[in-house]
């Protein structure tokens, strides 16, 4: 999984995957010649990876040997994790949403690891119970419609959409989308807090958490919801409901585009020529979590923008763990963090190989960027429930 020798990162995870599903043992090498996957030698396994154009070693059991006593040696910043089984994986996405509207659903497809989508309906039905992993889509929790309503407010899709929410929160037996949407965040909090894996991109991170601390109060203005937002809402917030943000500043005009002082975008000093974030090291023996998260063959990650693009190190608990960030602009791009006997992991931006994606956009060909390693640190998330836990201790 280094630079030079793979010529398919991605679709080297759904090889991965693949194995875990045909009951193989699957050794992840941390910081292993790009975090390299170990796997039984077989004729199907070779076939696999040349239909779908991966890149893989034969070696023998005394080669094995030697690699993994360099991986035990103690001047090594190396691990072996055990993958133990193939997750099963929920996206959480509207229905009729297409997979390029997502970098998660187009980079599960590329790969061919297999997805179910669900979405309020089932989240309320307790489906989450079946799944190991959960993607959120680029939701907006806080029902208010992704604050497209100063641009989009009279195209037929802005109006459709809003219709439609309210008509299945109605449904579902509430009198507002923000309800509805409340209940369902709190249904996700319980899954994490119970031992589920959450990841998350763009405005589902930030306005998840701004749901989860907003909750009782009403946020929302009248052109949302039929009513005028609470006064004086902001000193009711609670920032201990929260999973990784807190003091935060919510944005309070419609007319803004924009949720909270949560996220960078408008606060961005830097041209998209050098607009690079960092993954952080980690000690792969002390601290297996955060490396797993970071595997990658480089260390430098292209930036890419969305609705919410960074996250403010101010906003940040001090519990979560920065896995990426830009130190030119002082944001963090990539966190993690546990909640209960779960896992969450937050990821700014849109799509990790178009800059800046915008509604109506031509969907991004991950035929043409096969070793994005944007797109890599998504599917590390993927894998993470497989992998046989051990204490982080630090």
Sequence with gaps: MDAKAQSNHLKAYGITYYS????????????????????????????????????????SDSKVSLILEEIESPSKNMEVVLLEKAPKIAVYAPQGNKPWDDAVTMVLSYAEIPYVTIYDEDVLNDTLLLYDWLHLHHED???????????YRTTPWYIEEKAAAEALAVKLGYSKVAEEKLAVALKIRDYVIGGGFMFAMCSATDSFDIALAAQG?????????????????????????????????????????????????NKRRISVEVDYFTLNEFSAKWDPVPTMLNQNHTSLVKGFMGQTTAFDPSSLKASVLVLGENKINAEARYIHGVKGKGFFTFYGGHDPEDYQHRVGDPKTELELHPTSPGYRLILNNVLFPAAKKKKQKT
Excluded at 37 to 59: A, H, P, T
Aim: charged share 25%.
């Design 20 to 59: 875990l599903q045909n009951e193989q043992k699957v050794e992840w090498l941390l910081n292993y010649r790009g975090g390299s996957f170990l796997i039984y030698d077989s004729d199907d396994l070779r076939k696999e990876c040349k239909i779908r154009g991966v890149s893989f070693e034969v070696i």
């Design 141 to 151: 929790f806080t029902g208010q419609y992704g604050k497209f309503y100063v641009n």
């Design 217 to 265: 109060v009403d946020i929302v203005e009248a052109m949302f919801d039929g009513d005028p937002s609470e006064a004086a809402y902001q000193s009711k917030i609670e920032f201990e409901n929260t999973f990784a943000f807190q003091d935060f500043i919510l944005e309070r005009s419609p007319l803004v585009y924009e949720f909270s002082s949560i996220d960078m975008t």
